[in-house]
Protein backbone atom coordinates (compact mmCIF):
# COMPACT_ATOMS: atom_id res chain seq x y z
CA UNK A 1 0.00 0.00 0.00
CA UNK A 2 0.98 3.44 -1.07
CA UNK A 3 1.67 5.70 1.65
CA UNK A 4 1.79 9.50 1.43
CA UNK A 5 3.64 11.92 4.13
CA UNK A 6 0.62 13.53 5.95
CA UNK A 7 1.26 17.52 6.22
CA UNK A 8 -0.79 19.42 8.57
CA UNK A 9 -2.71 21.98 6.15
CA UNK A 10 -2.75 24.78 8.84
CA UNK A 11 0.96 24.58 9.61
CA UNK A 12 1.69 26.90 6.50
CA UNK A 13 -0.71 29.28 7.10
CA UNK A 14 0.47 29.29 10.78
CA UNK A 15 4.06 30.17 10.14
CA UNK A 16 2.59 32.69 7.69
CA UNK A 17 1.23 34.27 10.87
CA UNK A 18 3.43 33.91 12.97
CA UNK A 19 6.24 35.75 10.93
CA UNK A 20 3.52 38.16 10.22
CA UNK A 21 2.69 39.13 13.57
CA UNK A 22 5.09 37.95 15.91
CA UNK A 23 7.16 41.16 16.47
CA UNK A 24 3.53 43.03 16.93
CA UNK A 25 2.95 40.22 19.90
CA UNK A 26 6.27 40.67 21.60
CA UNK A 27 6.43 44.37 20.98
CA UNK A 28 2.77 44.59 22.97
CA UNK A 29 4.73 42.27 25.41
CA UNK A 30 7.34 43.99 25.97
CA UNK A 31 5.51 47.21 26.46
CA UNK A 32 4.33 45.94 29.61
CA UNK A 33 7.23 44.40 31.27
CA UNK A 34 10.33 46.23 29.50
CA UNK A 35 12.18 42.95 29.73
CA UNK A 36 12.85 41.11 26.27
CA UNK A 37 12.95 37.56 27.70
CA UNK A 38 9.81 38.03 29.25
CA UNK A 39 7.85 39.29 26.27
CA UNK A 40 9.68 36.00 24.20
CA UNK A 41 8.03 33.65 26.48
CA UNK A 42 4.58 35.44 26.31
CA UNK A 43 5.07 35.60 22.58
CA UNK A 44 5.60 31.92 22.08
CA UNK A 45 3.17 30.96 24.79
CA UNK A 46 0.37 33.26 22.78
CA UNK A 47 1.32 31.34 19.38
CA UNK A 48 1.36 27.70 21.46
CA UNK A 49 -2.42 28.85 22.36
CA UNK A 50 -3.46 29.43 18.87
CA UNK A 51 -1.25 26.95 17.65
CA UNK A 52 -3.76 24.59 20.22
CA UNK A 53 -6.98 26.14 19.62
CA UNK A 54 -6.24 25.67 15.96
CA UNK A 55 -5.62 21.86 16.52
CA UNK A 56 -8.56 21.33 18.64
CA UNK A 57 -10.73 23.12 16.28
CA UNK A 58 -11.56 26.12 17.31
CA UNK A 59 -12.22 28.71 14.50
CA UNK A 60 -10.67 31.98 15.14
CA UNK A 61 -11.63 35.19 12.57
CA UNK A 62 -8.78 37.48 12.93
CA UNK A 63 -6.15 35.49 14.64
CA UNK A 64 -3.33 38.61 14.56
CA UNK A 65 -6.77 40.32 16.99
CA UNK A 66 -6.90 37.50 19.10
CA UNK A 67 -2.96 37.15 19.22
CA UNK A 68 -2.43 40.52 20.41
CA UNK A 69 -5.00 40.50 23.16
CA UNK A 70 -3.96 36.96 24.39
CA UNK A 71 -0.57 38.65 24.51
CA UNK A 72 -1.82 41.72 26.73
CA UNK A 73 -3.79 39.26 28.74
CA UNK A 74 -0.49 36.81 29.33
CA UNK A 75 1.59 40.12 30.03
CA UNK A 76 -1.15 41.20 32.71
CA UNK A 77 -0.84 37.94 34.14
CA UNK A 78 2.11 37.53 34.03
CA UNK A 79 2.50 41.16 35.69
CA UNK A 80 0.26 40.10 38.98
CA UNK A 81 2.10 36.79 39.20
CA UNK A 82 5.47 38.38 39.15
CA UNK A 83 4.40 40.78 41.62
CA UNK A 84 2.90 38.03 43.92
CA UNK A 85 6.43 35.95 44.06
CA UNK A 86 8.75 39.13 44.36
CA UNK A 87 6.98 41.84 45.27
CA UNK A 88 8.65 44.33 43.31
CA UNK A 89 10.10 43.92 39.74
CA UNK A 90 13.09 41.23 39.30
CA UNK A 91 16.51 43.28 39.28
CA UNK A 92 17.66 42.59 35.52
CA UNK A 93 14.34 44.53 34.52
CA UNK A 94 16.28 47.78 35.97
CA UNK A 95 19.54 47.01 35.14
CA UNK A 96 20.17 44.25 32.49
CA UNK A 97 20.91 45.61 29.32
CA UNK A 98 22.53 42.92 27.14
CA UNK A 99 25.77 44.20 25.75
CA UNK A 100 26.97 43.75 21.96
CA UNK A 101 29.88 44.17 20.52
CA UNK A 102 31.01 47.88 21.09
CA UNK A 103 33.70 49.55 22.74
CA UNK A 104 33.96 49.55 26.60
CA UNK A 105 33.92 53.03 27.41
CA UNK A 106 30.95 53.42 24.94
CA UNK A 107 29.35 50.32 25.95
CA UNK A 108 29.57 51.66 29.48
CA UNK A 109 27.73 55.15 28.38
CA UNK A 110 25.57 53.57 26.27
CA UNK A 111 24.37 51.15 29.18
CA UNK A 112 24.32 53.77 31.60
CA UNK A 113 22.00 55.43 29.14
CA UNK A 114 19.99 52.56 28.35
CA UNK A 115 19.44 51.90 32.12
CA UNK A 116 17.99 55.19 32.73
CA UNK A 117 16.27 55.10 29.65
CA UNK A 118 14.72 51.96 30.67
CA UNK A 119 14.14 53.15 34.34
CA UNK A 120 12.20 55.92 32.63
CA UNK A 121 9.92 54.41 30.47
CA UNK A 122 9.16 51.79 33.21
CA UNK A 123 7.68 54.89 35.18
CA UNK A 124 5.51 55.73 32.00
CA UNK A 125 1.78 54.42 31.31
CA UNK A 126 1.60 51.56 29.92
CA UNK A 127 -0.29 52.89 27.24
CA UNK A 128 2.77 55.48 26.49
CA UNK A 129 5.10 52.50 26.46
CA UNK A 130 3.11 50.45 23.98
CA UNK A 131 3.05 53.56 21.43
CA UNK A 132 7.01 54.26 22.02
CA UNK A 133 7.78 50.35 21.39
CA UNK A 134 5.66 50.42 18.16
CA UNK A 135 6.91 53.03 16.89
CA UNK A 136 10.71 52.79 17.62
CA UNK A 137 10.91 49.03 18.33
CA UNK A 138 8.87 47.84 15.48
CA UNK A 139 9.52 51.39 13.25
CA UNK A 140 5.54 51.94 12.65
CA UNK A 141 4.18 54.39 11.06
CA UNK A 142 1.04 56.30 12.66
CA UNK A 143 -1.48 54.09 9.91
CA UNK A 144 -0.05 50.58 11.29
CA UNK A 145 0.37 51.95 15.10
CA UNK A 146 -3.76 53.09 14.16
CA UNK A 147 -4.55 49.71 13.00
CA UNK A 148 -2.90 47.65 16.25
CA UNK A 149 -4.33 49.88 18.89
CA UNK A 150 -7.53 50.58 17.10
CA UNK A 151 -7.37 54.15 17.28
CA UNK A 152 -7.57 56.74 14.55
CA UNK A 153 -3.52 58.08 13.17
CA UNK A 154 -4.01 61.55 14.73
CA UNK A 155 -4.56 59.71 18.11
CA UNK A 156 -2.04 57.96 17.23
CA UNK A 157 0.23 61.08 16.43
CA UNK A 158 -1.23 62.84 19.56
CA UNK A 159 -0.44 60.38 21.64
CA UNK A 160 2.96 59.68 20.63
CA UNK A 161 3.64 63.27 21.02
CA UNK A 162 2.67 63.10 24.51
CA UNK A 163 4.59 59.92 25.45
CA UNK A 164 7.83 61.56 23.87
CA UNK A 165 7.62 64.46 25.89
CA UNK A 166 6.32 62.77 29.09
CA UNK A 167 9.51 60.69 28.93
CA UNK A 168 11.61 63.48 27.39
CA UNK A 169 10.38 65.63 30.85
CA UNK A 170 11.32 62.16 32.62
CA UNK A 171 15.10 61.80 31.51
CA UNK A 172 15.50 65.67 32.10
CA UNK A 173 14.68 65.73 35.62
CA UNK A 174 17.45 62.96 35.79
CA UNK A 175 20.00 64.44 34.55
CA UNK A 176 19.60 64.20 31.05
CA UNK A 177 21.43 67.36 29.61
CA UNK A 178 18.74 69.80 27.52
CA UNK A 179 21.48 69.90 24.90
CA UNK A 180 21.76 66.72 24.44
CA UNK B 1 9.81 73.67 12.78
CA UNK B 2 10.84 73.31 16.27
CA UNK B 3 13.79 70.08 17.25
CA UNK B 4 13.61 70.53 20.88
CA UNK B 5 11.12 69.35 24.03
CA UNK B 6 9.63 71.88 26.15
CA UNK B 7 12.42 71.05 28.14
CA UNK B 8 15.13 72.25 25.87
CA UNK B 9 16.15 68.57 25.35
CA UNK B 10 16.50 67.64 21.73
CA UNK B 11 14.02 65.64 19.89
CA UNK B 12 16.72 63.83 18.01
CA UNK B 13 18.67 62.85 20.65
CA UNK B 14 15.18 61.15 22.15
CA UNK B 15 14.55 59.54 18.61
CA UNK B 16 17.81 58.56 18.41
CA UNK B 17 18.16 57.05 21.56
CA UNK B 18 14.38 54.98 21.52
CA UNK B 19 15.65 53.76 18.29
CA UNK B 20 19.22 51.98 19.38
CA UNK B 21 17.54 51.23 23.07
CA UNK B 22 14.89 49.43 21.23
CA UNK B 23 16.59 47.73 18.53
CA UNK B 24 18.88 46.45 20.99
CA UNK B 25 16.17 45.09 22.95
CA UNK B 26 14.64 43.23 20.01
CA UNK B 27 15.75 39.30 20.25
CA UNK B 28 18.51 38.75 17.39
CA UNK B 29 18.25 36.20 15.86
CA UNK B 30 14.34 36.03 15.98
CA UNK B 31 13.72 32.52 17.69
CA UNK B 32 11.74 30.75 14.91
CA UNK B 33 8.48 29.00 15.41
CA UNK B 34 7.87 26.31 17.24
CA UNK B 35 4.79 24.40 17.55
CA UNK B 36 4.36 20.84 20.09
CA UNK B 37 5.20 18.33 17.54
CA UNK B 38 2.77 15.82 17.54
CA UNK B 39 3.45 12.12 16.35
CA UNK B 40 2.08 10.90 12.91
CA UNK B 41 -1.39 9.69 13.83
CA UNK B 42 -0.80 5.78 13.37
CA UNK B 43 -3.88 3.32 12.66
CA UNK B 44 -6.28 3.43 14.93
CA UNK B 45 -6.54 -0.10 16.87
CA UNK B 46 -9.83 -1.68 17.66
CA UNK B 47 -10.85 -0.44 20.98
CA UNK B 48 -10.43 2.97 19.45
CA UNK B 49 -12.21 2.53 16.22
CA UNK B 50 -14.99 0.16 18.05
CA UNK B 51 -14.77 1.48 21.44
CA UNK B 52 -17.65 3.20 21.59
CA UNK B 53 -19.57 1.22 19.13
CA UNK B 54 -18.75 -1.81 21.74
CA UNK B 55 -19.77 0.34 24.85
CA UNK B 56 -22.95 0.87 23.40
CA UNK B 57 -23.36 -2.92 22.54
CA UNK B 58 -22.65 -3.99 26.29
CA UNK B 59 -25.19 -1.48 27.30
CA UNK B 60 -27.68 -3.37 24.57
CA UNK B 61 -27.16 -6.20 26.09
CA UNK B 62 -27.29 -5.39 29.80
CA UNK B 63 -30.81 -4.09 28.88
CA UNK B 64 -32.06 -6.56 26.97
CA UNK B 65 -31.07 -9.30 29.79
CA UNK B 66 -32.91 -7.28 32.20
CA UNK B 67 -35.64 -7.34 30.60
CA UNK B 68 -35.71 -10.63 29.76
CA UNK B 69 -35.25 -12.15 33.07
CA UNK B 70 -37.94 -9.81 34.62
CA UNK B 71 -40.53 -11.04 31.40
CA UNK B 72 -39.89 -14.47 33.00
CA UNK B 73 -41.08 -13.50 36.62
CA UNK B 74 -45.42 -12.65 37.09
CA UNK B 75 -45.95 -9.57 36.37
CA UNK B 76 -46.69 -6.72 38.87
CA UNK B 77 -50.39 -7.55 40.07
CA UNK B 78 -53.40 -5.77 37.96
CA UNK B 79 -54.68 -2.54 39.31
CA UNK B 80 -58.11 -2.67 41.30
CA UNK B 81 -57.90 -5.21 44.12
CA UNK B 82 -54.40 -6.05 45.14
CA UNK B 83 -54.87 -9.66 47.27
CA UNK B 84 -52.17 -11.16 46.58
CA UNK B 85 -49.70 -8.23 47.94
CA UNK B 86 -49.08 -10.06 50.76
CA UNK B 87 -49.19 -13.50 49.75
CA UNK B 88 -46.55 -15.66 51.50
CA UNK B 89 -44.00 -16.76 49.22
CA UNK B 90 -44.85 -20.55 48.17
CA UNK B 91 -48.19 -20.73 49.83
CA UNK B 92 -51.37 -21.99 47.73
CA UNK B 93 -54.20 -20.04 47.31
CA UNK B 94 -57.46 -21.23 47.24
CA UNK B 95 -60.27 -19.71 44.86
CA UNK B 96 -61.90 -16.84 46.46
CA UNK B 97 -65.56 -17.33 47.19
CA UNK B 98 -68.03 -14.00 46.95
CA UNK B 99 -70.33 -14.62 50.24
CA UNK B 100 -72.55 -12.60 51.78
CA UNK B 101 -71.81 -11.32 55.62
CA UNK B 102 -74.41 -11.92 58.26
CA UNK B 103 -74.98 -7.69 58.07
CA UNK B 104 -75.69 -8.32 54.53
CA UNK B 105 -72.42 -6.96 53.25
CA UNK B 106 -70.88 -9.10 50.01
CA UNK B 107 -67.35 -9.81 51.03
CA UNK B 108 -64.56 -12.27 49.33
CA UNK B 109 -63.14 -15.50 51.05
CA UNK B 110 -60.43 -17.35 50.14
CA UNK B 111 -58.09 -19.40 52.11
CA UNK B 112 -53.86 -19.88 51.62
CA UNK B 113 -51.96 -22.97 53.09
CA UNK B 114 -48.31 -22.09 53.49
CA UNK B 115 -46.90 -26.26 52.83
CA UNK B 116 -44.63 -27.45 55.78
CA UNK B 117 -44.71 -30.40 58.39
CA UNK B 118 -47.49 -28.76 59.90
CA UNK B 119 -49.17 -26.32 57.41
CA UNK B 120 -50.65 -23.22 58.07
CA UNK B 121 -53.84 -22.20 56.86
CA UNK B 122 -55.05 -18.68 56.66
CA UNK B 123 -58.20 -17.66 55.82
CA UNK B 124 -58.99 -14.15 54.44
CA UNK B 125 -61.94 -12.40 54.27
CA UNK B 126 -62.45 -8.77 52.58
CA UNK B 127 -65.35 -7.04 52.78
CA UNK B 128 -66.59 -5.75 49.14
CA UNK B 129 -66.93 -2.15 49.07
CA UNK B 130 -70.04 -0.92 47.26
CA UNK B 131 -71.80 2.43 47.13
CA UNK B 132 -72.94 3.15 51.06
CA UNK B 133 -76.96 2.38 51.18
CA UNK B 134 -78.97 4.79 53.62
Known amino acids: ?180 | MNNTFSNGLSQDYVDRVLQSFFKKEMPDPWPPVSVPVHKAAGPHSWFQTYGRLALVACVALILISYLSLAAMFPAAPVPGLALDRYRTIGSKLSPKQRVLTPRGAEALVWDETIPGERPTIIIHALEIKGPQKR
Open chain 1, 1 to 180: MKSRPKTDPRRAEFDDIYQRHTREVWALAYARWLNAEVALDIMQEAFLRLWKQWQEGGEILNPRAWLLRVARNLAEDYAKSAFRRNGTQPPQTMNGVKGRDILPLDKMEQEETFGELRKQLNQLAPADREILTLRYGLDYNANQIAEILDINSTAVHMRLSRARQRLADRLTDHGASPLS
